[in-house]
T-cell receptor, first 113, second 116 residues
Framework: AQSVTQLGSHVSVSEGALVLLRCNYSSSVPPYLFWYVQYPNQGLQLLLKYTSAATLVKGINGFEAEFKKSETSFHLTKPSAHMSDAAEYFCAVSEGNTDKLIFGTGTRLQVFP | KAGVTQTPRYLIKTRGQQVTLSCSPISGHRSVSWYQQTPGQGLQFLFEYFSETQRNKGNFPGRFSGRQFSNSRSEMNVSTLELGDSALYLC???????????????FGSGTRLTVV
C-alpha cells in the first residue's frame, strides 16, 4: 500500500533562507505525487504535482520539488523564504492508479523576520 | 470563476444527530472527492464521485455516506454522530478523474463540524 512520510512536523527558517520540506513515499507502482499548502482556516491549495513527465517540478509561489526514485523522495524547496510562506504543507501520493490521495502528517513552516 | 463552495462553513451538532454537508464544485468539474481532517488522524479520504457514481470509498463506517447529483454537486451525510466525528470536512473537485488525467484537485475551504 502507498504511504507518505514527512520528516519534521515543524520547520523554522529565517526570511530569505532556503526552505526544505522533506517527503518520502512508498509505492509499488510509479506514483503520482503532490504538495499542497494549507493556510489557517482554509482548504488545501495545490503547489505542484509530479506525474512522471519531468523529475524537477516547478510550482506556484517559487516552490519546486525533485522526484528521486532511488531515494523514494519528493522534497519541496524554495530558495528564499517569505513571511507569507508560513503555513502547513502536505505531501500526498495517489493510491495506485486511483484518485484517492494518501496524505502525510504535514509540516508546519514558520518564517521568522 | 467561483471556486469550490462548501456549506455551511461551521456546524455544531449533538451526539446521535445526523448532518448533511454540501459541496458545489467549480463549474464544469465533474469529479468530487471528500476528505476528513482531524488533529489526530490527519487528512483521510472519504469518497470520490464522478458522473453520479461512487468510484472509491475510504475506510469509514457505514454512518458516512455520500452522493453526487446530475449537476455534479455533492453531499455527504453522517448519521448517529459521535464526538470523534468532529473534524474539518474538505471537498475537492476536478474536471475529470484527477490522477488519470493529470489534473490536480481544487479544494474548498471546508465545513468545520463540532459534535457536542
Amino acid at each position: 500500500a502507498q504511504s507518505v512520510t514527512q520528516l519534521g512536523s515543524h520547520v523554522s527558517v529565517s526570511e530569505g533562507a532556503l526552505v526544505l520540506l522533506r517527503c518520502n513515499y512508498s509505492s509499488s507502482v510509479p506514483p503520482y505525487l503532490f504538495w499542497y499548502v494549507q493556510y489557517p482556516n482554509q482548504g488545501l491549495q495545490l503547489l505542484l504535482k509530479y506525474t512522471s513527465a519531468a523529475t524537477l517540478v516547478k510550482g506556484i509561489n517559487g516552490f519546486e520539488a525533485e522526484f528521486k526514485k532511488s531515494e523514494t523522495s519528493f522534497h519541496l524547496t524554495k530558495p528564499s523564504a517569505h513571511m507569507s510562506d508560513a503555513a502547513e504543507y502536505f505531501c500526498a501520493v495517489s493510491e495506485g492508479n486511483t484518485d484517492k490521495l494518501i496524505f502525510g502528517t504535514g509540516t508546519r513552516l514558520q518564517v521568522f523576520p | 470563476k467561483a471556486g469550490v463552495t462548501q456549506t455551511p462553513r461551521y456546524l455544531i451538532k449533538t451526539r446521535g444527530q445526523q448532518v448533511t454537508l454540501s459541496c458545489s464544485p467549480i463549474s464544469g468539474h465533474r469529479s468530487v472527492s471528500w476528505y476528513q481532517q482531524t488533529p489526530g488522524q490527519g487528512l483521510q479520504f472519504l469518497f470520490e464521485y464522478f458522473s453520479e457514481t461512487q468510484r472509491n470509498k475510504g475506510n469509514f463506517p457505514g454512518r458516512f455516506s455520500g452522493r453526487q447529483f446530475s449537476n455534479s454537486r455533492s453531499e455527504m451525510n453522517v448519521s448517529t454522530l459521535e464526538l470523534g466525528d468532529s473534524a474539518l470536512y474538505l471537498c475537492a473537485s476536478s474536471p475529470e478523474p484527477a490522477v488519470s488525467q493529470n489534473y490536480g484537485y481544487t479544494f474548498g475551504s471546508g465545513t468545520r463540524l463540532t459534535v457536542v
